[in-house]
């Protein structure tokens, strides 16, 4: 608990978070853990119900469970297990190694659905007593906040990260767009099919729901996806035919490059998610890694002595960057060999993967 402050001794350090995400609002929660008056400034006039679904890898699990969320996760979570990578005709390559994981971890991979995601972190936020939301700020100057930290999680446009680092460090699209959606069935097929590139992903969510993202090249527009896909083994087609384009969302693929130097400045500036390392979805790790900067950083804050704050930014800085940037290129070269040029030689090396 931080007593002392720049506001003098016994008044509450005081937090701005720019970003309502998910790295915004588990860092509030972390922040107001420690005793920290915490205000979120964001830019969408309320809170959305955007997005299909979030794969959290134990790791991330613990860092939930500290935040005091893990109960939530697991009671709107469902496992995944049994996946597989597919070519197009429906033949086994490889499995994808969440066996591995979970005898690692001793607790399989989970997925949730974004929205109830959020809905645990506002209602654990709402527990703690709050944090107030002001929905419809859209951050321009962060110089401007009179705060003793301020935390940029404004994900991959981060003006906090464009006022202390420039524009060195930048979205870069990698020229390929990924569409994802819900549909309102049960496929009992899970896992990756893997073509030339592009490629098709589908993942338990909820009962009575499969989430599936579409890999295409940039230039594909909706109506393209159904034909991209036509021909591919069941259920492809058939989830591409069960769901409404208009409620299919379409995500440019960016990543940040090159790796920024710091996630913190000045003593009171520190990234979190997106803002920081931006990547690649290949991995199912954005949200994963956000958690963990969330968790890591409020963890240092809470345990720093008085006047320690840029100590435990160093700290968090210490703990997080290498990991996660190694995470942002390991999750970029995956999606080189997904979609590389030569998908026999992909497909021989990656059926040589232990099942
Ligand atoms: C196709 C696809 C699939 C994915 N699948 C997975 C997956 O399976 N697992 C996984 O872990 N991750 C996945 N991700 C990644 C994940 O969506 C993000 O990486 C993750 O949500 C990062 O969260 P964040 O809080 O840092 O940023 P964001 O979720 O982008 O939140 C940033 C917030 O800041 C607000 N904001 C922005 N600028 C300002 C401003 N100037 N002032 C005020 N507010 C501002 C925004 O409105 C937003 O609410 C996927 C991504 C894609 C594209």
Redesign the pocket.
């Known amino acids: 608990m931080r007593e002392e402050t720049a506001d003098g001794p016994g008044t509450a350090s005081k937090a701005v978070v ?7 609002l588990a860092t509030a929660i972390g922040l107001r853990r420690a005793g920290w008056t915490v205000t979120v ?4 006039p309320a809170s ?1 119900r955007y ?1 299909t ?4 890898h134990p790791t ?1 699990q613990t860092a939930l469970d500290r935040l005091g969320i893990g109960d939530a996760l697991r009671a709107r979570a469902v496992p995944y297990r049994d996946a597989r990578i597919r070519r197009p005709d429906g033949r086994i390559l490889a499995a994808l190694p969440l066996e591995r994981i979970e005898r690692k971890a001793g607790r399989p991979e989970l997925l949730i659905s ?1 929205p109830h995601l959020i809905d645990a972190l506002l209602a654990e936020l709402d527990r703690l007593g709050g944090a107030p939301i002001a929905y419809g ?4 100057d962060p110089a401007t906040l009179g705060a003793d930290l301020v935390v940029g ?7 906090v990260r464009t006022a202390y680092f420039g524009t060195r460090s930048r979205p870069r699209a990698i020229g390929t767009v ?1 569409w ?1 959606g819900a549909a309102g069935f049960e496929t009992g097929l899970y896992g990756e099919t893997w073509g030339e590139g592009r490629f098709f992903g589908m993942t338990p969510v909820e009962p009575g729901r499969t989430n599936w ?1 579409a890999t295409v090249p940039a230039a594909t527009t909706a109506p393209d996806v159904r034909e991209a896909f036509a021909g591919w083994h069941d259920p492809i087609p058939r989830v591409l035919a069960g769901t409404d384009p208009e409620t299919w969302i379409r ?1 440019e ?1 960016r990543h940040l490059h090159p790796a920024l130097p710091a996630f913190v400045a000045d003593g009171r500036i520190a990234l ?4 920081a390392h ?2 690649t ?1 290949n991995l ?7 958690l963990l900067d969330a968790e890591a950083l409020t963890r240092a804050v809470a345990a720093a002595p008085p006047g320690g704050l840029t100590g435990a930014l160093r700290a968090y800085d210490a703990e997080r960057r290498r990991s996660a940037q190694r995470v942002a290129f390991c999750s970029r070269t995956l999606h080189r060999f997904m979609t590389g040029r030569r998908p026999a030689l992909r497909d021989a090396l990656v059926g040589m993967l232990p099942g």
């Open positions: 720019v970003g309502a995400g998910v790295g915004g400034l964001e830019r969408r959305d997005g679904a979030f794969g959290i991330a974004r700020r859209h951050l321009t999680a404004d994900g991959i446009n981060s003006a990924a994802i993202y995500y693929m979190v998610g997106d803002a931006a990547m979805p199912g790790q954005g949200a994963c890694t956000a």
